[in-house]
């Protein structure tokens, strides 16, 4: 038996009755925290293209959308995962080397719970199979640092959970895995910088894709069952055997998942949540901070903080926005909140915050990341996986610890240099900023670099 065959098997067997009571208790939370995530994406731009998309192309069906309207259940798939993706506010699984949103699988359980006229039981073990089955395709596999996205394996949760609302039998939730995944599989370079609108709407493509196959399958067409394990499957794309044990597997998944504090990618909550409660702590004035310190973990310097993912030079929109640590903590130190929203409600604030780009930030210059030590600037990722002491009350984090990576050695130099200041009467911030070009005589960085490098300082 494949692995595809004995996961159709664990999804047909499903029933509500093998939900514990944690998990009964947990998914009506992580449904109403999805839905608010669909209301506020609601009139966005990329959003409400997608809405375009699906008047003009998708039917007057059965299914009935959120804001309004019907169409086929495959488009109505992808228009609801498009809701609760946009915002970038959903909840999210972490692993020991992977992570993943796993509400976006509440848009595919929604709209066929919808469709085969379900009860709310129904849609909640629909969630609960997408949730783990795509958590423990996370936490058995390594897609990411393999290049593949983290929307690769809603092939499998999506089909998954559909395919046991609308009743399929164990071979046609097969083909319908088994399909989406040989053909859906996206790639990693959806997360790097510069960051574009698809961030928010790669998941709602996968929906497109799964939907199509699970009721092609319905029909009859079979996809191959050995895409895991088979000759050039994914486990030789992985580099890795993919072994879960699927009839040990309970459904469980939404107890791991994490709901987010803070309008910003998971592995920047606790930055965020630090300079948030330091601003509030110590009522600090940010017209008299000069630059930012910040010490993080691999993962939060390699999706926000310019390693692995690059860099985004200048932040002009949304999903930048939440993406970038230093924008994130200039909004944190300036407002005194984690959302990013700030970058669309006040563009006068924007350029204040997005000062750290404005003329052009670029890490891979090795002066202004010297003070990183190379084991930590060039390792890959994937082995980290601690626990860490602190978290962001209310946050329900589980908990991760990784190595810090420190990027405040500018600071350092810039405070030796303005300590010695006082001594000759110079303006100890015009004496650092001096220092600092002298060291670096870059004309396209000049004195200005001391903003970028040490996140954010006093508009000019």
Request: hydrophobic share 40%.
């Amino acid at each position: 038996m494949t692995q595809v065959e004995a996961l159709a098997r664990y999804a047909a067997r499903a029933k509500f009755e093998d939900l514990s009571a944690e998990s009964r208790k947990q998914l009506p939370v992580h449904i109403l925290d999805s839905l608010g995530c669909c209301l506020a994406a609601l009139g966005a731009g990329p959003v409400q293209a997608c809405r375009e998309q699906v008047a003009e192309f998708g039917g007057a069906g059965p299914s009935t959308l959120i804001g309004g309207g019907k169409a086929n259940p495959i488009c109505a798939a992808f228009w609801h995962t498009a809701l609760v993706r946009y915002v970038d506010f959903m909840d999210n699984f972490l692993a020991q080397t992977e992570t993943c949103h796993t509400a976006d699988n509440l848009g595919v359980a929604l709209t066929i719970a919808d469709y085969v006229g379900g009860s709310g039981r129904d849609l909640m073990l629909g969630v609960a199979l997408g949730y783990t089955v795509q958590s423990r395709f996370v936490d058995h596999a390594n897609f990411m640092t393999r290049g593949f996205d983290h929307t690769a394996q809603l092939a499998f949760s999506h089909n998954a959970a559909a395919g046991r609302l609308l009743g399929l039998s164990e071979q046609q939730i097969g083909h319908a895995m088994a399909m989406a995944a040989a053909s859906d599989a996206s790639f990693a370079v959806v997360r790097a910088k510069p960051l574009s609108q698809w961030k928010g709407l790669a998941s709602a493509q996968s929906a497109l894709g799964a939907m199509n196959t699970l009721f092609l399958a319905r029909r009859g067409v079979e996809g191959p069952l050995q895409v895991i394990e088979g000759p050039l499957g994914i486990d030789h794309l992985l580099g890795m055997k993919i072994e879960i044990d699927w009839d040990k597997q309970g459904y469980e998944g939404v107890t791991e998942s994490t709901i987010k504090k803070y309008n910003s990618m998971i592995h920047t909550q606790s930055a965020v949540h630090c300079m948030v409660e330091l601003t509030r702590q110590k009522k600090i004035d940010p017209n008299r901070i000069v630059s930012i310190e910040a010490e993080v973990f691999q993962l939060a310097f390699d999706f926000a903080g310019g390693g692995l993912y690059g860099v985004d030079k200048v932040i002009r929109t949304k999903e930048q926005a939440d993406h970038s640590l230093p924008y994130l903590l200039s909004v944190a130190l300036i407002d005194g909140e984690g959302h990013a929203r700030t970058i669309q409600a006040e563009p006068h604030r924007q350029a204040r915050c997005a000062g750290v780009a404005e003329e052009g930030f670029d890490p891979s210059e090795r002066r202004i990341y010297d003070a990183i030590p190379q084991q930590n600037a060039r390792q890959d990722h994937h082995w980290i996986a601690r626990w860490d002491r602190y978290r962001a009350p209310g946050s329900r984090l589980p908990r991760p610890r990784f190595p810090s990576v420190h990027m405040g050695g500018i600071c350092r130099e810039i405070r030796r240099a303005r300590s010695g200041s006082r001594r000759r009467g110079v303006e100890p911030g015009d004496q650092g900023r001096r220092a600092f070009a002298r060291k670096h005589p870059d004309p396209r960085l000049g004195v200005d670099l001391l903003s970028h490098a040490s996140v954010w300082q006093k508009d000019q």
